[in-house]
């Protein structure tokens, strides 16, 4: 009895070692990086090699964070991520980049404002952008939204893995970085990401553009929530051809954005008139799927059809 209870001591004592050891590395990560004024990790620049945010971390976006190609952001459950309002922090995963951001149900990830609770705002902050290397439909220089960095390129691969992203809540995001026109960062943005991507239990809330936007691509979607967005819900460009599945939209009724806002916006390219000869040139064109749910009756009814230019 006494050797178990020796062995049972030991291990547990190889355990602790073991935790203060991981943390201790967890800490040595970060310890080049600059604090905020609360102590608040604060990310800037380029993310270049693999990197792991814990829950036990407070994270600030300082501007443009980019996650450049060949490194993985890994995200774990219950992490609070806070967009700096001063520098309109922005987190962009680079065609090549990977995240993995997996909470729970009960620990969901959150990206919020850097602004105390009950001061925060439509627009506080940038969002959350994903760049693949799925199919579009525009020129390979065509440039991204306001101001970030890189173009669409002519990439092809409609399998294409931007990591994961599943129980995640952007808030208080969506702001014009430009007086230019098209020149907004959405709560979620996602440019050309393919299908081996997984988008599941995503909430934005309170953002100050479209909630979610997919520019080409064909990255399926699932249980995706719009909650008082400013602008569009939902909206589709560039030849986005996946499909999304059990999308919740909650609005405000007296707020709108001034070019109208929708539940579902749908384009093609914008080029009204012209037309979509090639890749890259108008094709693929952009395909919604919609599923119309009879309360009564309890059953979907689908509704097909491709966009002409």
Not at 99 to 106: K, L
Not at 125 to 141: D, E, F, Q, Y
Request: proline letters at 3%.
């Amino acid at each position: 009895m006494k050797k178990q209870t020796f062995y049972s001591l030991l291990w547990v004592l190889l355990a602790l070692t073991t935790f203060a050891c991981s943390s201790k590395k967890a800490e040595d990560a970060f310890a080049s990086f600059q604090r905020g004024a609360n102590g608040e990790i604060v990310l800037e620049g380029e993310i270049k090699t693999d990197l792991t945010l814990t829950a036990t971390n407070k994270y600030i976006l300082r501007g443009f964070v980019y996650v450049t190609s060949g490194a993985t952001l890994t995200i774990e459950p219950g992490t609070i991520i806070k967009g700096e309002k001063a520098t309109k922090g922005t987190l962009i995963i680079e065609q090549g980049a990977k995240i993995q951001a997996i909470g729970t149900s009960t620990s969901p990830i959150v990206f919020t404002s850097d602004q105390a609770k009950g001061a925060r705002n439509y627009g506080d902050w940038g969002g959350l952008v994903i760049i693949g290397k799925a199919p579009h439909n525009r020129p390979s220089a065509t440039a991204f939204e306001g101001g970030i960095r890189g173009s669409f390129g002519t990439f092809n691969d409609a399998n294409d893995n931007s990591g994961t992203l599943k129980y995640v809540r952007v808030e208080f995001c969506g702001i014009a970085l430009t007086t230019a026109s098209n020149s907004e960062i959405n709560g979620l943005t996602l440019y050309a990401v393919g299908k081996g991507t997984t988008i599941e239990y995503v909430q934005v809330s309170y953002s100050g553009d479209d909630s979610f936007e997919w520019f080409g691509g064909n990255a399926d979607a699932k249980y995706l929530i719009a909650y008082r967005g400013w602008d569009d819900d939902f909206d589709t460009d560039f030849g986005f051809t996946g499909n999304v599945q059990f999308g919740l939209v909650l609005r405000n009724p007296a707020i709108a954005d001034q070019s109208g806002s929708n539940a579902f916006e749908s384009d093609n390219f914008g080029g009204s008139g012209t037309p979509a000869t090639a890749a890259n040139d108008g094709l693929p064109l952009t395909y919604r799927h919609t599923y119309y749910c009879n309360t009564t009756r309890k059953w979907w009814f689908p509704i097909g059809d491709a966009l002409t230019p």
